[in-house]
């Protein structure tokens, strides 16, 4: 059987850890392609089970105008685009850094799996990427029940631990 290629969005801090949270439970029944933005030094020295790696711009710096950051992710959608399709993507999965909405959505276009699990930080409010992603999921997790009245549609499945 064809593992499937699984696409992690790893974000700075938080996001990462949950990320190598799930892959822990994941072992080796899956392909492993992972993006990280450019600037994150940390992510990859996270990584526990091997794959491609693949750097992407951050789209938005807090200097950014809105009208840069619109560009700079319009940018990045395309560029997910690309990757999904290289790569030949079945799924995307992220826990909420900025750079996961046009992966996101692009995924979506492409017909791809969207799972998306809102961040341990978020107890009873909702992410900004997590109100983004959270109509186009195909599996949204929130990892406190209080989350559940932001989300009713969601899967309460506890801390990544």
Not at 82 to 111: Q, R
Not at 141 to 149: H, R, S, T
Request: glycine share 6%; charged share 25%; hydrophobic share 40%.
């Amino acid at each position: 059987m064809n593992k499937q290629n699984v696409l992690f969005i790893l974000g700075s801090g938080g996001h990462t850890a949950q990320m190598i949270e799930l892959s822990k439970e994941l072992k080796d029944k899956i392909k492993y392609i992972y993006v990280i933005q450019k600037n994150d030094k940390l992510s990859k020295n996270k990584i526990i089970f091997p794959g491609k790696i693949i750097y992407v711009n951050r789209p938005r710096e807090i200097k950014d105008s809105k009208i840069k950051y619109l560009i700079k992710t319009t940018k990045l959608f395309f560029k997910a685009l690309e990757i999904i399709k290289k790569h030949k993507i079945d799924v995307v999965i992220s826990a909420g850094p900025g750079i996961a909405i046009p992966f996101s959505y692009a995924g979506k276009l492409l017909n791809k799996k969207i799972i998306f699990i809102e961040s341990w930080s978020r107890v009873t409010k909702k992410s900004i990427s997590g109100k983004l992603i959270y109509p186009i999921a195909n599996l949204f997790f929130v990892q406190w029940k209080d989350n559940l009245k932001n989300y009713p549609k969601a899967k309460y499945c506890g801390r990544l631990k």
